[in-house]
């Protein structure tokens, strides 16, 4: 993307700059710099002659409005030449969901991570398995042994880079060219780190999907999801949302453009305290590991430091063997730290997690109690205080 009133550059614009410009036209806006929030269904047409060809920009709100449009040249920009197309849906499940019927049918078989987000398992083995289709799920670090997985039917791979709960990273160069070797399709969540961090399009991803509910609307008001493709996948992906009526409100649409504006900002943000906090966190005698993959001691730091430019505030620990009691201690001893399931807003959040119940490709068994912790935008020595009084209570309990 070339800078506003300057058709004639060739140097593209950076990440940053992107995001504040792209989607903007504010000849159509009437000098606003916000897209209008079109609330509405019907587009009407001047002529008989215009209704019969479909002519014009717009032909039903379902398709697209302004407000649509300005989101998704946005996304695009942030996405990279390799972007093809974006789609929006409802929720971060939705645009799960969706991608997975858009290149699935019945008799295919799907590839999926064993650290996948765990709605996403549900989806593969209920209603996945009743329409005919197969699941096999791999060790995350499997990296190019994942080829010994293959069927001839295998039509897709989804990868969690990485895994929201327990941070393994994989190797989604090698996993792409075994893939598309065998002729299957990439899928990757990308929620983490979004494009902002980590193009994946650009690594060999078909298929880029987020819970944009999280860093991208970054208030905690929205639910939405999207859907990033290359030339290769896109028409399958555009045509499956058209078929099936995904779309989002007009309301959260502009909130998420709205929280595009300000990513760059807060990302670096949460990159920096959750760093400053994993650190602090691995110090602590009541913590056995931390799992963030910007540290070093991470098993998956090398693949982060390659293909990443940086990390979000999202991260897991492990602590000392406990009983459920002390864990419970600390979390109700905590005041900044929320209890909630979401993360990627400006709030910080904690909550346990045992992920060994679900996991069918590979053994969870850290040695202790996990957490899984959102550091927000509080200032950090506000959070550690927090967390230190925490401690107090899980040691005295």
């Known amino acids: 993307m070339n800078s506003p009133g300057d058709e004639g550059a060739t140097r593209p614009l950076k990440a940053e700059t992107a995001l504040v410009t792209a989607g903007r036209d504010t000849k159509a806006q009437k000098g606003f710099v916000n897209p209008p929030v079109v609330h509405g269904s019907t587009v009407l047409y001047p002529t008989a002659e215009d209704l019969h060809a479909h002519r014009g920009e717009f032909r039903y709100a379902r398709y697209g ?145 987020q819970a944009a509910t999280k860093y991208i609307g970054g208030h905690s008001d929205i639910m939405f999801g999207t859907i990033s493709a290359n030339a290769r996948a896109w028409p399958d992906v555009i045509e499956t949302i058209r078929q099936l009526g995904i779309c989002a409100g007009p309301d959260d649409v502009f909130l998420a453009i709205r929280g595009l504006r300000t990513l760059a900002v807060r990302l670096a943000q949460h990159h920096r305290s959750g760093l400053e906090m994993a650190r602090w966190l691995a110090a ?16 998956g ?18 602590l000392k063997p406990a009983p459920e009691k002390s864990v ?36 969870w068994a850290p040695g202790g109690p996990a957490l899984r912790l959102h550091i927000g935008l509080e200032n950090v020595e506000d959070l550690k205080a927090d967390l230190a009084r925490g401690f107090e209570a899980f040691n005295a309990a």
């Open 65 to 209: 409005t302004p407000t649509t449009k300005a989101f998704e040249q946005t996304l695009m920009a942030l996405e990279g030449p390799a972007c093809a197309g974006v789609g929006i849906a409802p929720s971060g499940l939705a645009a799960i969901t969706t991608t997975l019927l858009a290149v699935l049918k019945a008799g295919d078989h799907v590839l999926v991570c064993d650290n996948v987000y765990r709605p996403t398992r549900n989806f593969c083995n209920g209603l996945l398995a009743g329409y005919g289709v197969e699941t096999t799920y791999f060790d995350s670090m499997i990296g190019a042994g994942i080829d010994a997985l293959f069927k001839p039917n295998t039509k897709a791979v989804l990868v969690e880079a990485p895994g929201s709960q327990t941070f393994e990273m994989p190797d989604i160069p090698a996993i792409a060219a075994v893939a598309h070797a065998r002729g299957a399709l990439v899928i990757d969540d990308n929620t983490w780190a979004t494009p902002l961090f980590h193009r994946s399009l650009d690594l060999g991803v078909d298929i880029s999907i």
């Open 328 to 363: 419970d201690a600390l979390l109700d001893a905590v005041k900044l730290f929320g209890m909630g399931y979401s993360w990627g807003g400006f709030e910080s959040l904690i909550i346990p997690f045992d992920c060994a119940s679900y996991r069918t490709a590979s053994k």
């Open 284 to 299: 602590r005698p009541e913590v056995i590991e931390v799992l963030h993959p910007a540290l070093e001691s991470h098993p």
């Open 301 to 318: 730091h090398a693949i982060w430091k390659r293909d990443f430019t940086g990390a979000s505030g999202l991260f897991s620990i492990i």
